[in-house]
């Protein structure tokens, strides 16, 4: 309710409570500054230094200050406004925050230091905060709602940068408003910061002597001191791409190669309105001290050449403990936790161990081994490497220079070389054996068409010719396997989700490995689409659930995990061929017998298999294998016997969108009449296969021609009398192929439409007719393949 008094009594008791609340403040204030004093005095008699007892002295003169401003409020002096504003001043330079304080119209009363940063300097009124009649005016509707309301916010764009807000809210405290200004921009602030530095902070980095990083929260780097400039050479003003410190190590990447040893601190860089983090400071110490020695200061030979070497140096005495090493050692993955007396025996494996002592000795004795010891390191992946020796005598005494060498990747890069040419040649076999057995296939399951047309189902001759079909169609099936590893299928590539992908094989998955094998999926987190064939990358994880039901006849578990990994992942890093990208990584878990460590290297060789006989085939893993790498991934096994195996597929991410499964499912088509009419040119090498064809076409009512090469195929194209409506040509034939063919007679007939037929993939011929409209037909192929080919064509 409004009050009634008059307005001169209600001024004296505004002016008697605003005196009231000053008191309070003040005298609150002063204990605060004045007890901050005497601890500081208090710390001096600890012996903390004179520069405190000057702090401490002076935050108890400005508390006696303040108390005597307390007794000027009841006798105020001439100018009794001028002593306020300079009280009110100082209570605001305290708040951390940005503050103004108003009248109820918004003309400035007081400001502190981080408003005017804020605001870039002392304002006339709250509402010169914009530039801009529409901001001015908004924010003078914001201070009349305040000075009636009693308090208020908004939030506005703010004209120092487009990508900032600020926000603003005002409290009325009786006849003046307190307004708390918030900026949301964290560029702003960082570029702040940035001139801050400038200012005071580039010299004291320096004087420190080792690198600063600023960084946003993103991990935008915004400043680098010329120290770290220094240490990654670059020139002024260039900032490096990308700097990262490695999980779980103390080592810095630049770029993805450039590596420095260091140790870092982080300070969080906070906004003054709260706690939110906006960037930080990286402090970093390089580590260019590491090597370890005797405990009684003598140095033997390692030095800073020896630090700066490539390869690991560790010297030993007669016993093979550690008298010295150097820092390559220390970053060796065997090398975690050594110190000079230590054993070097320690650093490889049980087995090896005994061989290492004997090169000591040996080394030690004055004979040195001309060759290497190949050993296998105590580590965890398995890592391998060579160890050559060398005597080191000084004052008398005769040391050991062991020479430590990682070749894991070199062997891993050869036995991969060694692998990928065996499997090309067998994979050209595998292609060729296929291309013959789909002309084989193609007339046998194509003349089985044929007599099934001529006999009823209960004609005992259907079964038999049912059994040909079915044993014909088994053996199509191995070929496609055959096709698969030698990476020579065709490929009908389209941007798939995993997650679906696994959804609809669930079900298919738990009937094939029974009820005592628990199966469970589990999918991460933000997974990509990826691009590939849906009926071979179902193959590929049938394939697996099938092995790993095998390796399980008492029951046991199988979990199928999916991930998302980036280039930086611990994975890219530890399989040395896999270009760093994102990747889907879908894991295939067993708990089952394991696989021999023997066995590792062979698994995914075509007809390696440890089934007994009429088990298996030998191409399960071959097929995976293949598929996996025409589709441009990777794979890979890790296991252990008894305890399990793990199959970990790496498909490449697809930055397009994944396309719907309800219309990316294949159509089964609908029964239709495959009868036509038309002439149809039939161009085919092989004698079965072109009659089956010309057969089957015939009996559909079409005007079939033949020829058995494409020399007499052109020659019928381009000067006989006939009008061709469809050409079906073979891809491979001696002298003229099929691509050849085609190019020639399109350049009479465009328009003519060609289905070409071939036992290889479509991808081995589609880049020579890269701009040729084409249907393609993969043998074997049956008569209603071929017929409903040729309908749709014709229609």
């Known amino acids: 309710m409004e009050s009634r008094l008059p307005q001169p009594v209600q001024d004296a008791l505004i002016d008697s409570e605003a005196k009231s609340g000053i008191k309070l403040l003040t005298v609150a204030l002063a204990g605060v500054i004045g007890t901050a004093g005497i601890a500081g005095l208090a710390w001096v008699s600890w012996g903390s230094g004179v520069a405190l007892a000057v702090a401490g002295a002076l935050l108890i003169a400005t508390a006696i200050t303040l108390l005597r401003a307390l007794g000027s409020i009841d006798h105020p002096l001439h100018d009794a406004s001028v002593i306020d504003r300079d009280l009110v001043n100082a209570l605001v330079t305290l708040e951390r925050r940005a503050v103004i304080i108003t009248d109820l119209h918004g003309k400035t009363v007081a400001t502190n230091t ?50 900032s807000h600020l926000r603003v809210t005002g409290k009325r405290i009786r006849r003046h408003i307190m307004w708390h200004v918030a900026c949301d921009g964290d560029q702003q602030r960082l570029d702040h910061e940035r001139t801050q530095i400038g200012e005071w902070g580039a010299p004291l980095f320096d004087r420190l002597g080792c690198g600063v990083l600023l960084e946003s929260a993103d991990g935008k780097i915004q400043y680098i001191n010329s120290i770290l400039r220094e240490w990654l050479e670059l020139p002024d003003e260039q900032f490096p791409v990308k700097i990262q410190i490695k999980a779980g190590e103390s080592q810095l990447l630049v770029g993805g190669t450039q590596r420095i040893d260091v140790d870092v601190i982080d300070v969080p860089l906070k906004t003054r309105e709260g706690d939110r983090q906006i960037g930080r400071y990286r402090f970093m110490r390089k580590l260019d001290h590491i090597r370890g020695r005797i405990t009684d200061g003598r140095e033997i030979l390692v030095d800073p050449i020896f630090d700066a070497a490539p390869i690991a140096v560790a010297v030993v005495d007669h016993d093979g403990a550690i008298r010295e090493f150097n820092r390559p050692l220390k970053l060796h993955a065997a090398g975690k936790g050594i110190a000079a007396g230590k054993s070097v025996f320690d650093l490889v494996k049980v087995d090896d161990r005994e061989e290492l002592k004997q090169l000591v000795e040996n080394a030690h004795g004055g004979k040195p081994s001309s060759m290497p010891l190949d050993v296998v390191y105590n580590t965890q992946p398995e ?8 005597p080191v005598s000084k004052d008398e005494e005769t040391f050991v220079i062991l020479y430590l060498i990682d070749t894991t990747q070199e062997k891993s890069l050869e036995r991969q070389f060694v692998q990928a040419q065996k499997m090309q040649a067998v994979g050209q076999l595998a292609g060729g054996v296929a291309h013959d057995f789909n002309n084989l296939l193609t007339a046998i399951i194509g003349f089985c068409d044929l007599l099934l047309v001529r006999h009823d189902a209960g004609d005992q001759s259907f079964s038999d010719i049912i059994q040909i079909k079915q044993n014909a169609n088994r053996a199509a099936n191995l070929v496609r396997q055959l096709l698969a590893f030698s990476r020579q299928q065709t490929l009908r590539p389209k941007v798939l989700m995993m997650t679906d992908v696994l959804a609809e094989l669930s079900n298919l998955i738990r009937r094939l490995i029974g009820e005592n094998i628990e199966l469970k999926v589990v999918h991460g987190r933000d997974l990509q689409p990826i691009k590939v064939d849906q009926g071979q990358l179902e193959q590929v994880i049938i394939n697996l659930a099938v092995n790993a039901r095998d390796a399980m006849p008492g029951g046991g578990k199988l979990e199928i995990r999916t991930s ?109 009449d495959l009868t036509g009419k038309g ?75 060609v289905i070409f037929v071939s036992g290889y993939a479509e991808d081995m011929f589609r880049e020579n007719l890269a701009n040729e409209e084409f249907s393609f037909l993969p043998k074997p192929f049956s008569l209603k393949d071929l017929a409903e080919q040729v309908k749709t064509i014709l229609g």
Not at 126 to 133: A, E, M
Not at 383 to 390: D, K, T
Not at 635 to 653: D, H, I, M, P, Q
Request: with cysteine.
């Open 114 to 163: 981080a408003f005017e940063r804020l605001a870039f300097g002392n304002l006339r009124t709250v509402q010169d905060l914009f530039r801009g009649h529409d901001g001015y005016e908004a924010l003078d509707a914001l201070v009349s709602t305040v000075a009636r309301e009693g308090e208020g916010e908004a939030e506005f764009d703010a004209w120092q940068t487009d990508k």
């Open 383 to 390: 890592r391998v490497g060579q160890v050559f020796s060398s």
């Open 564 to 672: 998302m990994i980036g280039p930086d992942h611990k994975l890219v890093e530890q399989y040395d061929v896999i270009v760093p990208d994102d990747y889907v990584l879908v894991e295939v878990i067993d708990s089952g017998c394991g696989i021999p460590k023997d066995n590792l290297s062979k698994i995914f060789e075509p007809f390696f298999t440890t089934k007994e006989v009429g088990q298996g085939t030998g191409l399960g893993l071959a097929t995976v294998y293949g598929i996996v790498k025409q589709t441009g991934g990777f794979v890979f096994v890790e296991s252990e016997e008894t305890v399990g195996t793990n199959f970990r597929l790496f498909f490449k991410a697809h930055s397009g969108a994944a396309e719907d499964a309800a219309t990316s499912k294949k159509q089964e088509p609908a029964a239709k």
């Open 679 to 753: 002439t149809i040119l039939i161009v085919e090498d092989e004698d079965p296969v072109r009659m089956f064809a010309s057969r089957a076409l015939s009996n559909k009512g079409y005007r079939v021609l033949e020829a058995a090469s494409g020399e007499a195929g052109l020659e019928i194209l381009l000067e006989g009398d006939d009008q061709i409506d469809l050409l079906i040509s073979d891809v491979i034939m001696p002298n003229m192929d099929g691509p050849t063919l085609v190019k020639e007679a399109r350049k009479k007939m465009p328009d003519l439409p």
